[in-house]
């Protein structure tokens, strides 16, 4: 059984056992987290599309860890013009361990 959830304004597949990584969420490291923002449930060939939202349907899963992803390099440039700037960025993430889906 898998489903689609929304966390962070992005979308995720997950299914039981899988580790994602996704927006930083404010829990601590081992904490049991329900995520009701479940878009699609399928099982199989079976699939139940929510209009936004499955009705009833939610995700368990534990916070294994938070930490941050590897830099992301921003280099601006006008030639001739003598102009180079230098940036960087590093996002935080919260990775999660998917335990059950319920619809």
Do not use: C, W
């Not at 399928?42 to 009833?56: E, I, S």
């Not at 590897?70 to 001739?80: N, P, S, T």
């Amino acid at each position: 059984m898998y489903a689609v959830i929304k966390t962070g304004g992005k979308q995720y597949r997950v299914a039981a056992g899988e580790k994602i990584k996704v927006e930083q969420i404010a829990a601590d490291v081992g904490q049991e987290i329900t995520i009701d923002q479940v878009l699609a449930v399928g099982n199989g060939a079976d699939l139940k599309v929510g209009t936004p939202l499955v009705a009833g349907a939610s995700v368990t899963a534990k916070v294994v860890a938070h930490g941050r992803h590897d830099k992301v390099r921003i280099f601006k440039m006008r030639r001739r013009k003598h102009y180079q700037k230098h940036g960087g960025h590093r996002q935080n993430y919260t990775e999660l361990e998917i335990g059950a889906v319920s619809a």
